[in-house]
């Protein structure tokens, strides 16, 4: 089993910035891949950003690319997302995600196992 417990969410202005955190428990964490998505209001849970189990590839949602950045600590047993250039459009509850071990980082939820809570983000215009 694998706990995940996100945090950093809130209300944010056009423009700002947000660092999530998702700190996990359980399953051996460096071995997993992780990954964020988010949901809208009457919307599908979509891909934001996802990243190897030791760090070396990233992938992101071409709506995000060039202002979010996801990373991990393997020795905190936690995944970040950077959030720059907040646009309203970026709403949402957004949730971390955890992944067996592959080769291959998955970028669809029905790949991930577990999953957290969520953490709701706002951006006013």
């Known amino acids: 089993q694998v706990q995940l417990v996100e945090s950093g969410g809130g209300l944010v202005q056009a423009g700002g910035s947000l660092r999530l955190s998702c700190a996990a428990s359980g399953r051996i964490f460096s071995t997993s891949n992780m990954g964020w998505f988010r949901q809208a209001p009457g919307k599908e849970r979509e891909f934001v950003a996802a990243?190897?189990?030791?760090?070396?590839?990233?992938y992101y949602t071409d709506s995000v690319k060039g202002r979010f950045t996801i990373s991990r600590d393997n020795a905190k047993n936690t995944v970040y997302l950077q959030m720059n250039s907040l646009k309203p459009e970026d709403t949402a509850v957004y949730y971390c995600?955890?992944?067996?071990?592959?080769?291959?980082?998955?970028?669809?939820?029905?790949?991930?196992?577990?999953w957290g809570q969520g953490t709701q983000v706002t951006v006013s215009s």
């Open positions: 990243i190897s189990w030791s760090g070396g590839r990233t």
């Open positions: 995600a955890a992944a067996p071990f592959s080769f291959v980082v998955a970028t669809t939820p029905d790949k991930y196992d577990h």
